[in-house]
């Protein structure tokens, strides 16, 4: 491991599975406190689902995990390397941007709009950023393109655009896109949310069987089935805070706070 990772994990007491570990984390947008102290781990190959109401801060807090935002306050790494902290109020670590893109590429993001270029095929959606960002050469980008798109069952659909899918498809495609870049980590903000119901399955089941590839996953969903039966954890913000977290049975069955109750009784 390296110097930094190392030092970092002595430093702040990271665990030594951690892939993602926040503590205090704060965004502020004028006057406007959106995330107010969130502490957060996800162990290595594990699944994080988080659950809450509109406005609560989810996709803020994914966004902050992605380099997308600058923390306002606490500390937060991905594999034990920064993306920001803020220990005393007065010291705010920043990441250079050539290495916030570096540290961008080893993690991946999935929206509920998909986000595919819509000029390009598949094929070409998937050899893009490896082949620019990476600088692997096309021959070989195409070649791990196919097998990723076998894994999604779109192996039929290497020359076609983006209009032409389903949206089932398409997000699916944007699954195998970003996994191409081989990232430590896959963020999904809401991934099925924008789907008819009957395309709602077959992306659920591409995100199972990457959860039992050993995948690191946070995923922000309404899906509680899904959540009870692929998550490791699950944590439930409110007000730009963590109100409860816990195991997925545990939690939708007996769930301790009152937020969490009347949440949960919404969306079952
Ligand atoms: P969620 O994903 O849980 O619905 P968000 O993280 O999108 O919540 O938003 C949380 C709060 O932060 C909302 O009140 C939203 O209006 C506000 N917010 C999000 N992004 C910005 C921004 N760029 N500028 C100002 N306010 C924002
Ligand atoms: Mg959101």
Redesign the pocket.
Known sequence: MSDVKSENRARFGVPADSMVFARGVRKT?GQ?E?LKGVDFDVPEGTVACII??????????LRCINHLEKLSGGILLVDSQFVGYDLQGDRLYEVKDDLLCRRRAEIGMLFQSFNLFSHMTVMENLIEAPTQVRRIPVDQARAEAEVLLRRVSLADKVDRYPRELSGGQQQRVAIARAMAMKPKVLLFDEPTSALDPELVGEVLQVMRDLAESGMTMVV?THEIGFAREIGDQLVF?DGGVIVERGTPREMIANPKSPRTREFLSRVL
């Open positions: 947008y406007l959106v809450g109401p509109s406005g609560s801060g989810k996709s803020t807090f922000v913000m």
